[in-house]
């Protein structure tokens, strides 16, 4: 009895053909994938389909179930998608697409010289490895983002993408800071997002920077005027900006 039920607890079956061809990691993050896909295909055809085959991946979850951390799955994903097996949306690494059809296609090829141009082609190089070490930072600064409205989070998004490849310093805690301080300044969605363009454009990693050219730039002008700043911490909306 507790053998049966110490053998099918929280199991996850690995193909051994995968371990021989993508190795060990890969074949248990295949397995795991492929049981997500499955849920997914199940749960939300309808959804599935009108991303165009996209979904949205749970690094965490996977990480807890596999024990691989983002930046290993990250790095499997780089291998399989030279191969075809999933592809990345290059907008957001969790947002992800399986072609289940041509990863059995592999499983079921015994051509060794197929399985070597496989093995061959889903190799790692430098590049490979630094973005995803790219990415993983990425999505642990994004998971700091509280920001409801889908067009200010995706600003953020933005804004942290473009401090990464000015490699600018960002943590976590200073994502935090910044949402603070700009949700202090104004609670108008348009301005968020000026501010946050601004802070991309010209690489800005503090917010007092972007917030003080946003003033410079858009002083008088009737676009933003008079509604807006919450006047403890910004700009009193009766005066003359």
Same mark, same amino acid.
């Given at each position: 009895?507790?053998?049966?039920?110490?053998?099918?607890?929280?199991?996850? =079956?690995?193909?051994?053909?995968?371990?021989?061809?993508?190795?060990?990691?890969?074949?248990?993050?295949?397995? &795991?994938?492929?049981?997500?896909?499955?849920?997914?295909?199940?749960?939300?055809?309808?959804?599935?389909?009108?991303? =165009?085959?996209?979904?949205?991946?749970?690094?965490?979850?996977?990480?807890?179930?596999?024990?691989?951390? +983002?930046?290993?799955?990250?790095?499997?994903?780089?291998?399989?998608?030279?191969?075809?097996?999933?592809?990345?949306? =290059?907008?957001?690494?969790?947002?992800?697409?399986?072609?289940?059809?041509?990863?059995?296609?592999?499983?079921?090829?015994?051509?060794?010289?197929?399985?070597?141009?496989?093995?061959?082609?889903?190799?790692?190089?430098?590049?490979?490895?630094?973005?995803?070490?790219?990415?993983?930072?990425?999505?642990?600064?994004?998971?700091?983002?509280?920001?409801?409205?889908?067009?200010?989070?995706?600003?953020?998004?933005?804004?942290?993408?473009?401090?990464?490849? +000015?490699?600018?310093?960002?943590?976590?805690?200073?994502? &935090?800071?910044?949402?603070?301080?700009?949700?202090?300044?104004?609670?108008?969605?348009?301005?968020?997002?000026?501010?946050? =363009?601004?802070?991309?454009?010209?690489?800005?990693?503090?917010?007092?920077?972007?917030?003080?050219?946003?003033?410079?730039?858009?002083?008088?002008?009737?676009?933003?005027?008079?509604?807006?700043?919450?006047?403890?911490?910004?700009?009193?909306?009766?005066?003359?900006?």
């Amino acid at each position: 009895m507790w053998l049966e039920l110490i053998s099918g607890y929280e199991r996850i =079956e690995v193909n051994t053909k995968a371990i021989n061809i993508f190795g060990r990691d890969a074949a248990i993050y295949l397995a &795991e994938l492929m049981w997500i896909y499955s849920q997914v295909v199940r749960k939300k055809l309808e959804e599935c389909k009108a991303n =165009e085959g996209y979904f949205t991946l749970d690094r965490t979850y996977v990480q807890n179930r596999t024990a691989l951390t +983002a930046e290993e799955q990250l790095q499997i994903d780089a291998g399989l998608s030279k191969v075809g097996v999933v592809e990345i949306n =290059e907008n957001d690494p969790n947002s992800i697409r399986i072609n289940a059809e041509k990863y059995a296609s592999i499983l079921v090829d015994d051509d060794v010289n197929s399985i070597y141009e496989i093995q061959k082609i889903s190799k790692l190089n430098r590049d490979d490895k630094a973005n995803a070490k790219k990415n993983s930072v990425r999505l642990n600064l994004v998971a700091a983002l509280s920001e409801t409205d889908v067009d200010v989070l995706e600003a953020y998004k933005t804004w942290i993408t473009a401090m990464l490849e +000015a490699k600018k310093p960002l943590t976590k805690a200073a994502v &935090e800071i910044y949402q603070r301080n700009l949700d202090n300044y104004t609670d108008v969605k348009e301005v968020k997002i000026k501010i946050l =363009e601004i802070a991309t454009s010209l690489a800005y990693h503090e917010f007092a920077w972007a917030r003080d050219q946003y003033e410079k730039n858009y002083k008088g002008n009737g676009t933003f005027i008079g509604v807006r700043q919450k006047k403890a911490n910004g700009i009193d909306p009766n005066s003359g900006f």
